[in-house]
């Protein structure tokens, strides 16, 4: 590692972080290509083995070492049950992997002097918005892209759930009260992202997804790379999503991230993101040609704001530009991770001082695979063992982080008070609902039940199953069809609800809507 090198890039304090977080680090030097070579050798003999176990039903892997990609592969099938099988040109949707890929693309605006990472937000989206005007007035690019606007972690997700498209999403993020004050806090956040960079593309006159394509896809040949669904439906050869079901990898729900295409829209291959690893490990070359400016790139990968320690390898970890910057027992790395609960797990790791990256797809939820073998791989790459079974860590991992949640949601609506109290009749649920943020909601009688109607123009459905009085429960999410919401009714003394609050729509507080209208 060179010290004047990174002293200028990440400052005194981090260089004092990395110094004293990595004491196993291995210089340039002792990643050979026999070191690489023994251990992309037992990178894929894992790999098989974790498919041939049910770890995911398939994944690819993409590995650049000093500006080559030095392996690339795919292992499992497409879709559980399948034959077709993954290789390394079938088409994965990359979540929030896409994060990096979006920073990326607008450092290459940035580049080329179109946007700059101060630009603020009201100069280039007058129309945005946030809880309060002096946000409002200061908001960068930079902001949004490290996740410091004091826009909460799930403001958006829960409209983009029911039905709204990205304009209209952006524009209720003005009525989400802030997480924290602005630039204090770390909030990670798909909707601020996702306004950071259609926001910088504006000076070109061009949408989002178009300059994707013009500034990265096709100058690095990335031919099936997209930021559109509608494209990646369109390949033969992709990837299914999948939940685990009693126990089996099943592919049920199919997922379109158009309306946060920056924040986790894009598709691709493991040997298309090969390419866009070189270019990042290349500080902007590609083929030996200079595509971004190297200090626009830099700009992603100085550490911004702290996420604390790596949950498994227990590395400090902070957030750049789209980039999570960690300090670990390999020294400095940079990557990010991606997930859909419907079905999807990617990650990227980058060791930048050894211009050595890893890029994983894989087509299941919940699952700690690719951070398994991404640090399986670096044990091998740097000190030639692995320290530990890391796939079983992160899986451990996953399984504490989601398990819980939804054995806590089954167990508050396990059973009803016994005697349960009555509903009311449906004439007292029944009725148009309505607040700023999630708009109109329409609840209706069809036969003996209760059917509730959100998002535009009624876009989603979900039957109410009584509980307790004034109580319903909905089953929202499609890929756990067990696991209950509750709706909750304030009825008046006409007998009439004059406001409902919905459970799985109320993460910010936003859930209860007024009644407006039978």
Known sequence: ???????????????????????????????????????????????????????????????????????????????????????????????????????????????????????????????????????????TVRDLFAHRSGLPGTAGDDLEDIGYDRAEILRRLRFVSPSSSFRAGYSYSNFGLTEGAVAAARPTGKPWEEIAEEKLYRPLGMTSTSSRHADFIKHANRAALHVKIDGVWAAKVKRDPDAQAPAGGVSSTARDLSQWVRLVLGNGVYAGETLIKADALDQTHIPLMARGKNPVSGGTSFYGLGWNIEFGRHGLSWGHAGAFSVGARTLVTLFPEEK??????????????????????????????????????????????????????????????????????????????????????????????????????????????????DLFLSFPDAETPDRPAGVGFVVGPDGKASAMTIEFLDDNHLGTLRRVGD
């Open 1 to 139: 590692m060179r010290p004047d090198r990174t002293l200028r890039r990440w400052g005194m304090w981090a260089f004092i972080a990395v110094m004293m977080l990595s004491p196993h680090a291995a210089s340039a030097d002792t990643i050979t290509p026999d070191r690489i070579a023994a251990a992309l050798s037992k990178l894929e003999a894992l790999a098989e083995g974790v498919v041939a176990d049910g770890g995911v039903p398939g994944l690819a892997i993409g590995v650049v070492h000093d500006d080559k990609v030095v392996f690339l592969k795919g292992f499992g099938h497409r879709e559980a049950g399948k034959p077709e099988v993954v290789d390394a040109d079938t088409v994965f949707q990359i979540a929030s992997l896409s994060k990096p890929v979006s920073a990326t693309i607008v450092a290459a605006l940035v580049s080329g002097e179109i946007v700059s990472w101060d630009a603020k937000i009201a100069d280039l989206d007058p129309a945005f918005r946030l809880a309060e005007p002096y946000p409002t007035s200061e908001l």
């Open 356 to 469: 050595l990256g890893i890029v994983i797809v894989a087509n299941a939820f919940s699952t700690g695979v690719p951070e398994g073998l991404s640090d399986s791989f670096a044990d091998l790459a740097f000190d030639g063992t692995i320290e530990k079974d890391w796939v079983k860590a992160w899986d451990d991992t996953y399984a504490s982080l989601f398990g819980p949640a939804v054995a806590a949601a089954k167990a508050t609506y396990a059973a009803p008070p016994s005697p349960a109290r009555p509903a009311g009749p449906a004439s007292a649920y029944a009725g148009r609902y309505s607040n700023d943020f999630i708009g109109d909601a329409v609840v209706s009688s069809a036969g003996d039940a209760l059917v509730l109607k959100v998002g535009p123009a009624g876009a989603r459905s979900y039957s109410l199953k009584h509980f307790d009085g």
